[in-house]
């Protein structure tokens, strides 16, 4: 069905009538803002965009597309890198709108809806001493986060965001809403949790809370880019004894000319380790005190302060709409190979603008059983997030290219990748990313919940 035809049909105007939320057509002044997702590079035209206002807005739409055979995209925060919420043609269900967050201090849980970002999530929960392990931008999307697994600061003390779930309510191709726990459809709740939103929308969420700061030991320590054979060999000894309070995350780049950034560092070739220790902050202080006296820091940021601070420190780097490109893997060992592959690229990056992550995992995460989600890497002991980044298509391709041969350096040390850092790379790398064990099983509940693969504007699990 062409756009035309869908938009020209009864069914359109009996969508319309149903839903609670707004319809968004191609003709209608904001469409152009609405179609728009995180990535600049993304640029897809949508049929119609479905601002759901709550569950049954989001079964509408489910029965549109169905009735109507019009293709559906689901979109949260928009933050998919390879915009896995737009598609062309298609009815996107927009659960933006959807911001409702309940705390319960007492019982120490939260529930939030699907529209909610991380930041949003955090300012609720801090409020109470009290969080959810999630991702490091305020801005990301927490429904797609969840669904792939959730790494981010917290995640060594407490695990995966997946690990904190308590429970999904999801709308199933059929259009019909179910729970989802340990203890009602049990094996759909171990599907959601990292097989992303192949199995239904998630709606809502109800997390377990943790106790953590409002203070904590945070922030990043900067060297100059030509120390960083040295620095990462340090760091990479020094996180040998580590405790699980303490996360880390490695980016080399030009630095920004940000007001904590001296004007003669602005635009110089850096590299920076970034801490976030969960735990008291007389103990932080110490465990970050080795990093801070290594070699001749250039800036020092590493100090206390809110966690809420510290969890918008990275927002200025990843702005919406910017143009970007990632290739990601996981590797076992921050080897001297790996750590000289690591320094020659970066001091080929081109774009001011480009900052790459490599993130410290283990801790919480390998604790938990492989197969107890459909997440899966959890015993690996770094990621990297190769992601170039330019203002529009001026200069992209180059730094495309640069992002491809960093990631064809280091795939001989490829121990697998997280589906949420995934571009649009095909099949055989979401069945890498799963496993073929897992895979197949995740192909078995696929069968059970979506054999149509309604769901399949996502990194896809076809039914087989
Ligand atoms: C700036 C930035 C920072 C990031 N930081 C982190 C981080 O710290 N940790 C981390 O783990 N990841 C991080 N990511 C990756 C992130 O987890 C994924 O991009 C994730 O998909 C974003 O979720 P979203 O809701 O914003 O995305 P969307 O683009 O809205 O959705 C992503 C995918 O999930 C599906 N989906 C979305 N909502 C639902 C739903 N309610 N039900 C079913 N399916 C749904 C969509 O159809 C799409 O396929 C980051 C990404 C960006 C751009």
């Avoid at 319309?16 to 904001?30: C, F, H, I, K, M």
């Avoid at 059929?174 to 998630?202: K, P, Q, Y």
């Avoid at 801790?363 to 203002?391: K, M, P, W």
Wanted: charged share 25%; with cysteine.
């Amino acid at each position: 069905m062409t756009d035309l035809d869908v938009t020209a049909t009864t069914a359109v105007l009996e969508l319309e009538n149903a839903l609670q939320g707004e319809l968004v057509r191609p003709s209608d002044p904001t469409y152009d803002e609405q179609r728009r997702v995180w990535n600049g590079s993304i640029d897809r035209r949508p049929a119609l965009i479905a601002r759901c206002a709550g569950v049954a807005d989001v079964i509408t739409a489910v029965q549109f597309a169905r009735r109507t055979g019009t293709e559906l995209a689901v979109r949260s925060g928009g933050h998919s890198f390879p915009g896995l919420s737009v598609a062309d043609g298609a009815l996107v269900a927009d659960l933006a709108p959807m911001k409702g967050i309940r705390v319960d201090p007492e019982a120490r849980t939260a529930r939030a809806q699907s529209g909610v970002l991380l930041g949003e999530l955090d300012s609720e929960t801090q409020r109470f001493g009290l969080a959810v392990p999630a991702g490091i931008v305020t801005h990301t999307g927490l429904a797609g986060l969840t669904l792939g697994g959730g790494i981010g600061w917290l995640m060594r003390k407490y695990g995966l965001t997946i690990d904190q779930l308590l429970s999904v309510d999801v709308v199933t191709a059929d259009g019909e809403l179910v729970r989802a726990s340990e203890n009602e459809n049990a094996d759909l709740f171990w599907g959601v949790r990292g097989g992303g939103g192949n199995f239904g929308i998630v709606t809502e969420f109800e997390f377990r809370l943790n106790p953590l700061g409002p203070e904590v030991v945070a922030g990043p320590v900067f060297w100059p880019m030509e120390d960083s054979p040295e620095v990462l060999r340090f760091y990479r000894d020094w996180l040998a004894d580590a405790p699980d309070e303490l996360m880390t995350i490695v980016v080399h780049r030009k630095a920004p000319p940000l007001d904590f950034v001296p004007a003669e560092f602005h635009g110089q070739p850096v590299v920076i380790v970034a801490c976030c220790y969960a735990g008291p902050v007389d103990r932080g202080k110490e465990v970050v005190r080795p990093l801070k006296e290594f070699g001749s820091p250039i800036i020092d940021l590493c100090e206390p302060k809110p966690f809420l601070a510290h969890q918008a420190m990275f927002d200025p780097s990843f702005p919406h709409h910017r143009w970007y490109y990632f290739k990601s893997l996981d590797v076992p060992a921050l080897t001297d190979d790996v750590i000289d592959i690591t320094v020659e690229h970066s001091q080929r990056i081109e774009s001011p603008l480009t900052a790459f992550p490599i993130w410290q995992l283990g801790g919480a995460i390998s604790q938990v059983g492989e197969h107890e989600s459909a997440y899966s890497g959890r015993d690996a002991a770094f990621t990297y997030n190769i992601g170039a980044c330019t203002e529009g298509a001026d200069g992209f391709e180059e730094e495309r290219q640069w992002v491809r041969d960093f990631w064809d350096a280091l795939e001989p040390y490829q121990a697998g990748v997280y589906v949420n850092f995934l571009g649009d790379e095909g099949q055989d790398r979401v069945r890498e990313s799963y496993g073929a064990g897992k895979y197949v099983r995740l192909q078995e509940l696929k069968r059970r919940y979506d054999p149509d693969n309604f769901f399949h504007v996502n990194q896809n699990i076809p039914p087989g």
